[in-house]
């Protein structure tokens, strides 16, 4: 086999090496968030009904139990970039925000199945009309320096998986058009940029090489299903620079009979005995807990914890290691923490280290646990709010009937009802929502619900004994 062979065998290896690890991050000048920032999500349905933004607050939650925060939802189904303009002084800078994201796209590029000949055109028309609102947004973006930006690049139109609905071709291109300018605006103003249109197409297609049907954006190959969504907020925290951090990582040398290592963590109160080692244990973080309860856009709808084949997150950022060095390899040992037994490892395993983020038993899981369903809770409130504003912008708003919620406007709303399906399904909240000491009755319970995540995130000190079985 001659050199050059040789060469083009390596160039195809690291390719494929390079295929099969994590999705790259394509992102500029994008810091993690700090105490005190109020983050608003501006976007279309993907965002509006979408649960990336919330994942992504479940990681502060949880990894940065000090760092309090908020992020509002301001997405609503349908928008293009016209729309978007029209809200941007109601739904984002009146909430006064340190931060703002913005994307769009999916709808701007429409939804016809054109023939080949007359594709290119039809998206060439309306890119260049998107463009021309995002030009105005631009300005008005620019209107309020003290409110930092990222772009985020819209999640893409999936055209190549095999699922029953026909897709529509070059309609993803179209996007990557309204990316490539969106990339444009945030270098020239020096705002943030994140993709997720390369990031969920790589594993799109990554999935397809081996089942033909997969896709995350199943089944109108546009809206992410769960899994999408949290490598969305993968990729969102990737861009922040904060994959490796740790919750906790503890070596202890049973030898030694001393502590090794506390990273993110103490550790006091340390005895060991021939069969017993007994320490007082305090994480400053808490693993982050997924949910496994399938849901989201996707039918069949697949769970947040799905995405768990798709990307490296739990090495990546849910790592609480515990390790005791020292042990005889082949020997079984027993796990009690607060005198809960969690489980059994060979002496050899422990001293690799134990991944207790991966155990759901744990006292510290459990109450990870209990704030990801208080913030499960927070999101289910938000979205009877977004579907009341799109309600408001999106039919209310074109009849110039926007805030007008009297007795008259619900009569048209239940007629139209009838042949809006999306109108229908909104009504029985919209009902509740239009009277305003609803609303601010549900903004007081997130509130509420936000105090309260940020009392129970709080890590708290527990008692390990670890004790030789055999």
Not at 130 to 141: G, P, V
Not at 362 to 389: H, K, S
């Amino acid at each position: 086999m001659n050199q050059f062979c040789l060469f083009r065998i390596f160039v195809c290896c690291f390719l494929l090496s390079l295929f099969f690890t994590s999705p790259p991050v394509a992102a500029q000048q994008v810091l993690p968030f700090k105490s005190g920032d109020k983050i608003v999500f501006m976007g279309n349905s993907i965002t509006d009904g979408g649960h990336y933004h919330s994942y992504i607050w479940l990681y502060y939650m949880t990894h940065f139990p000090g760092t309090r925060i908020e992020i509002i939802n301001a997405g609503i189904g349908g928008d293009v970039c016209r729309q978007m303009l029209e809200r941007l002084d109601d739904e984002v800078f009146s909430k006064k925000p340190s931060i703002m994201t913005f994307t769009f796209g999916m709808n701007d590029t429409g939804y016809q199945n054109y023939p080949p000949a007359k594709a290119d055109s039809v998206y060439a028309a309306k890119v260049a009309e998107s463009l021309k609102y995002f030009k105005l947004i631009e300005a008005e973006l620019n209107k309020h320096p003290e409110v930092k930006k990222i772009m985020l690049a819209s999640p893409p139109y999936d055209e190549t998986s095999k699922i029953k609905s026909t897709p529509l071709l070059k309609k993803n291109a179209a996007i990557l058009t309204l990316i490539a300018e969106q990339r444009n605006a945030a270098k020239r103003n020096g705002w943030g940029f994140i993709d997720f249109n390369s990031t969920l197409l790589l594993i799109n297609q990554r999935g397809q090489q081996t089942d033909s049907t997969f896709t995350m954006e199943s089944p109108d190959r546009i809206h992410p299903s769960n899994d999408g969504q949290m490598v969305m907020a993968y990729t969102f925290l990737n861009a922040q620079g904060l994959a490796g951090q740790k919750v906790a990582d503890a070596v202890i040398n049973s030898k030694g009979k001393k502590t090794e290592k506390c990273d993110n963590c103490s550790l006091a109160n340390l005895v060991i005995n021939k069969n017993l080692i007994s320490f007082d244990y305090l994480a400053h973080s808490l693993p982050y807990p997924l949910d496994t309860i399938p849901g989201g856009f996707g039918r069949p709808a697949k769970s947040q914890a799905d995405a768990l084949k798709l990307i490296s997150f739990t090495d990546d950022y849910n790592q609480e290691i515990v390790a005791v060095k020292g042990l005889k390899d082949t020997s079984a040992y027993s796990v009690t923490i607060d005198k809960k037994a969690i489980g059994q490892w060979s002496g050899a395993d422990l001293g690799k280290g134990v991944n207790l983020a991966l155990v759901t038993s744990t006292p510290q899981y459990q109450q990870a646990l209990a704030v990801m369903q208080l913030n499960e809770e927070r999101w289910a409130i938000e979205r009877r709010l977004r579907e009341y504003y799109w309600l408001q912008y999106s039919i209310l708003k074109p009849k110039g009937l926007l805030f007008n919620d009297t007795e008259s406007t619900m009569d048209s709303l239940q007629k139209y009802a009838k042949k809006d399906f999306f109108v229908a399904v909104t009504i029985p909240t919209y009902q509740k929502a239009r009277f305003k000491v609803v609303r601010d009755a549900w903004k007081k319970e997130m509130e509420l619900l936000t105090d309260e995540i940020y009392k129970v995130n709080q890590p708290t000190l527990h008692h390990f004994e670890i004790t030789l079985v055999n």
